[in-house]
């Protein structure tokens, strides 16, 4: 329990983190920060903090701040924070973020004297969509939360952030912050990537976009779901963690073109044993 | 409303149309076909058919046959059916298909004396399970039901199927065999490619499962959904539809291309803009 939590970035996920924090009584007051005028103005609506505030106030009045804008910002902002924690003497203070690639924040903070105040976190869920509209209560039930470089952390700052994400009903993965990238780019970036280059290749070729619309099946709709999500959130992502999702790519380049060889020489027996290979995604996931 | 209607293939789409049409009160009598001994006795136990025959005395004994087993087998069964027909001169029998492809069943088709006889269909809904147990009610409402070359069929026929479709509560669309290959190659074929991709990347990128057990989000499972498709019906699918689906795979391993090449150079700016031409799909997919 907490007494005052400041949200920087009032959106999907700093926006679903406030209701739940409060109505689940972790936090007693909820500060949020929200640079954008629209969606500060639609965020004081929605009620998704007790107080909008500006940036320097959250800072110094919160107990735990949440940094949860997009990455090439958050870097400079959590080692700003963690500065203005050397300064004001506050030692009992934690700053999170939320942020969906780790190795750049954490190189960045490793050698801060406040790095134990900070705690490297990436929860794990999520929706195509953005904005604090997008914001939900339950968000975050059941899904997988990283922790990167927990080691570097206070014990008492991680109990604190541990304790949150349990209140979240989040599963805590421990995990250093260059695999974080790698995997996270395994299974997360790449399926943005290629759901970016499915609405892109469908646009192309589907002039008429009536079509489209008539005969997008369910397929269609949640394997390009993807493609409805945010420029602002997944360019910083897809630059920091450029070359871990060069090597994907890579990789994946490789397979369709095995995929399109197969099928341009006919050649049924090897579409079988790439697809019943492919198949084998069902007993991962259920 | 139909006296005896015949079902061969109590798959998915056969199982889930069998449900629907005799708790509609479309059909009388449903008698079913199933060529697998173990999807047959799941059939018989599920209730799915009134009775399980053979494939003669379903041709013989039904007054509307649908044929739904992959698009392979279904060319040659179609014929055989319609050949049945004039053997038997049964002028008032109807048979349809509900096959991905149509462009191969019409042209084998197109100069059978008995083709008025003959709908040729593409009802777009499913799920990425197959087999008898995947079969469920109401899988086809309000999705959208394609009839190609529909003036090929007696105006008798086509009046007795789209009442079928509208039972099925299903949106028909008109077109000719040869654009609904272009269509849904684009919108629908090309998603199972890339999704079949996707899962061979990551299983072979991530050796431990595990990662992917823990790390896989919504998002994730998802854009792979369509990975778990059967081999069975994809095959064909893709074997029949090859030029229509080289051309869009082409196109996609392009606007990937560009994607990959715009990440490498660090280029936010290209990036941003390929990201923002495919959040287009937003507009169209509401």
């Given at each position: 329990?907490?007494?005052?939590?400041?949200?920087?970035?009032?959106?999907?996920?700093?926006?679903?983190?406030?209701?739940?924090?409060?109505?689940?009584?972790?936090?007693?007051?909820?500060?949020g920060?929200?640079?954008?005028?629209?969606?500060?103005?639609?965020?004081?609506?929605?009620?998704?903090?007790?107080?909008?505030?500006?940036?320097?106030?959250?800072?110094?009045?919160?107990?735990?701040?949440?940094?949860?804008?997009?990455?090439?910002?958050?870097?400079?902002?959590?080692c700003?924070?963690?500065?203005?924690?050397?300064?004001?003497?506050?030692?009992?203070?934690?700053?999170?973020?939320?942020?969906?690639?780790?190795?750049?924040?954490?190189?960045?903070?490793?050698?801060?004297?406040?790095?134990?105040?900070?705690?490297?976190?990436?929860?794990?869920?999520?929706?195509?969509?953005?904005?604090?509209?997008?914001?939900?209560?339950?968000?975050?039930?059941?899904?997988?939360?990283?922790?990167?470089?927990?080691?570097?952390?206070s014990?008492?700052?991680?109990?604190?952030?541990?304790?949150?994400?349990?209140?979240?009903?989040?599963?805590?993965?421990?995990?250093?912050?260059?695999?974080?990238?790698?995997?996270?780019?395994?299974?997360?970036?790449?399926?943005?990537?290629?759901?970016?280059?499915?609405?892109?290749?469908?646009?192309?070729?589907?002039?008429?976009?009536?079509?489209?619309?008539?005969l997008?099946?369910?397929?269609?709709?949640?394997?390009?779901?993807?493609?409805?999500?945010?420029?602002?959130?997944?360019?910083?992502?897809?630059?920091?963690?450029?070359?871990?999702?060069?090597?994907?790519?890579d990789?994946?380049?490789?397979?369709?073109?095995?995929?399109?060889?197969?099928?341009?020489?006919?050649?049924?027996?090897?579409?079988?044993?790439?697809?019943?290979?492919?198949?084998?995604?069902?007993?991962?996931?259920?």
């Amino acid at each position: 329990m907490i007494q005052t939590i400041g949200i920087i970035g009032l959106g999907l996920i700093g926006g679903s983190m406030a209701i739940d924090l409060k109505r689940r009584g972790f936090a007693e007051h909820v500060l949020g920060v929200e640079s954008d005028p629209v969606s500060a103005a639609a965020a004081e609506k929605m009620g998704l903090a007790d107080e909008i505030v500006d940036c320097d106030q959250c800072i110094s009045r919160s107990d735990l701040i949440v940094v949860a804008v997009p990455v090439a910002t958050a870097v400079n902002l959590v080692c700003h924070i963690l500065d203005s924690f050397k300064e004001s003497d506050s030692t009992g203070k934690i700053v999170i973020d939320v942020c969906s690639t780790k190795e750049q924040i954490n190189l960045a903070t490793h050698y801060h004297p406040c790095r134990g105040q900070y705690v490297s976190t990436h929860p794990m869920a999520g929706t195509e969509y953005s904005g604090p509209w997008a914001a939900m209560p339950n968000l975050f039930d059941g899904r997988a939360c990283i922790l990167a470089n927990a080691e570097e952390s206070s014990p008492k700052a991680l109990r604190t952030v541990e304790e949150l994400y349990n209140v979240l009903n989040m599963r805590l993965i421990y995990m250093n912050a260059s695999a974080h990238d790698v995997h996270t780019a395994y299974v997360s970036h790449i399926s943005h990537v290629t759901s970016f280059a499915l609405a892109l290749t469908v646009l192309d070729k589907e002039k008429d976009e009536k079509h489209i619309f008539d005969l997008a099946s369910g397929g269609f709709s949640s394997t390009v779901r993807l493609a409805k999500s945010n420029a602002d959130m997944w360019i910083p992502i897809l630059v920091q963690n450029r070359d871990n999702v060069l090597q994907v790519i890579d990789t994946y380049l490789n397979k369709m073109q095995q995929f399109r060889d197969a099928i341009a020489d006919l050649d049924e027996d090897r579409v079988r044993s790439l697809i019943e290979e492919a198949n084998r995604i069902k007993k991962i996931l259920r």
